[in-house]
């Protein structure tokens, strides 16, 4: 295996103040111009990919990003962690899925956008490396791997689970 760094660019992260924030849209610009150079400098590209931060996601109304889409370091999931522990339970998140309960996961921060009301006129969340092939593609799909970082997938069923789901409110 071979890699090789096509078309760096400085982070898509800024701050709205008080939380990390992406700026969504010029990492798509960017991810586009990136596959623009390696088009041009490997023309025989077969496949790509897109990968990224497993927990952060893009809150979703229709085709648009709801914004501002925040990190998974955003202090909001800070916030909310005892919350979504009392609700879900600590130990059932990691029985369930694997991943351990920590302000960073995506479960944390889809409750507290739902406490804040981001979620009333939402019609679907992707993973930021989804949402990218989403923008470049046009195809809403999710994937399992990255899916499997936000607390939130079923290890035994390899889907979402409700039951986390529902207990947390969403």
């Known amino acids: 295996l071979v890699t090789d760094k096509v078309y760096p660019f400085d982070s898509c992260i800024e701050s709205d103040g ?20 390696a088009f041009e400098k490997y023309p025989e590209i077969d496949s790509i990919s897109v990968d990224g931060v497993g927990a952060d996601y893009v809150v979703m109304s229709d085709t648009d990003a709801v914004l501002p889409v925040y990190t998974s370091r955003a202090v909001r999931g800070a916030e909310v962690i005892d919350e979504v522990r009392a609700l879900a339970g600590a130990k059932t998140i990691y029985e369930n899925t694997g991943v351990y309960l920590q302000a960073s996961n995506s479960a944390c921060h889809l409750f507290a956008d739902n406490e804040w009301g981001r979620l009333e006129e ?5 993973m930021i490396p989804e949402y990218i092939a989403y923008k470049l593609t046009g195809v809403k799909k999710r994937e399992l791997t990255i899916g499997a970082s936000t607390g939130l997938v079923n290890s035994c069923t390899l889907r979402y689970d409700r039951k986390i789901w529902s207990s947390i409110g969403i």
């Open 18 to 37: 008080e939380n990390p924030i992406w700026n969504i849209e010029r990492l798509v610009d960017e991810a586009l111009a990136g596959l623009f150079a």
């Open 122 to 126: 939402t019609t679907d969340f992707l």
